[in-house]
């Protein structure tokens, strides 16, 4: 009888670590889901980075661009150049003094 009973201590025992081992083996197949999971995804979020990159460049290379053909334009017509920018500046206070006119009314200061 005292046989019996050790067989079946043993037996629950070894039952026992199986279902342990099935319940690591579980976890760890989970674990190893999430993983690839997550290096899916930082594969793509590196292909989007790269691809940002390049299009980064890419619009840098032509502003540079175009800010050198404005740079030689200033440079071949520095006359031209001057002389709009007094009339936009003279413009624009000629347009503040007519703002500033109509908006409030007259105001006296003595």
């Known amino acids: 009888m005292a046989e019996t009973t050790n067989m079946a201590g043993t037996s629950k025992a070894a039952n026992d ?7 690591q083996i579980a ?3 989970r674990e190893i889901a ?13 292909g989007w980075y790269e691809s940002a990159a390049e ?8 502003l540079r661009s175009q800010a ?4 030689e334009t200033v440079q071949q017509n520095p006359g ?24 409030e009314p007259e105001r006296r200061w003595f």
Request: net charge positive.
């Open 17 to 23: 670590a199986q279902e342990a081992m099935k319940k």
């Open 27 to 29: 976890e760890l197949r």
């Open 34 to 46: 999430i993983n690839r999971t997550l290096s899916d995804r930082a594969e793509e979020a590196q």
């Open 55 to 62: 299009r980064a460049s890419r619009a840098a290379r032509q």
């Open 68 to 71: 050198h053909t404005v740079t």
């Open 80 to 103: 031209t150049i001057s002389t709009a920018m007094m009339l936009g500046g003279v413009l624009g206070v000629l347009l503040g003094i007519v703002i500033a006119k109509s908006s």
